[in-house]
């Protein structure tokens, strides 16, 4: 098991700055992905950003140039600066890890995610 635990979420106006961190502990060996995703009221969740390993990462079209991801592999966090704020990032902000195990033939993955923090974004 993985437990992710976030900090940084929090209330502020539009074109300020939010930065999210998340702490994983647990069975950490072979996490591969991590990532943010959020989900906003009547709304599914969605991808912000993820970022393996190897530090490639991923934007969804509507953060991109306005949030960077980051990862620390040696303590495990990752953490995603939020700029330029929108009202509608307004949301509840997950962080996820995804842990590969098995064997090597037959990699099986598993899904971790964190609590949630709320980002309020006023215009």
């Known amino acids: 098991q993985v437990q992710l635990v976030e900090s940084g979420g929090g209330s502020v106006q539009a074109g300020g700055s939010l930065r999210l961190s998340c702490a994983a502990s647990?069975?950490?060996?072979?996490?591969?992905?991590m990532g943010w995703y959020r989900q906003a009221p009547g709304k599914q969740r969605e991808l912000v950003a993820t970022?393996?390993?190897?530090?490639?990462?991923n934007y969804a079209d509507s953060v991109q140039g306005r949030f960077t991801i980051s990862r620390d592999n040696a303590r495990n966090t990752v953490d995603l600066q939020m700029g330029s704020l929108k009202p509608e990032d307004t949301a509840v902000y997950y962080c996820?890890?995804?842990?590969?195990?098995?064997?090597?033939?037959?990699?099986?993955?598993?899904?971790?995610w964190g609590q949630g923090t709320q980002v309020t974004v006023s215009s």
């Open positions: 647990g069975k950490t060996r072979g996490m591969s992905s």
């Open positions: 996820n890890a995804v842990v590969q195990w098995g064997p090597v033939e037959r990699l099986y993955e598993s899904d971790y």
């Open positions: 970022i393996t390993s190897t530090f490639i990462t």
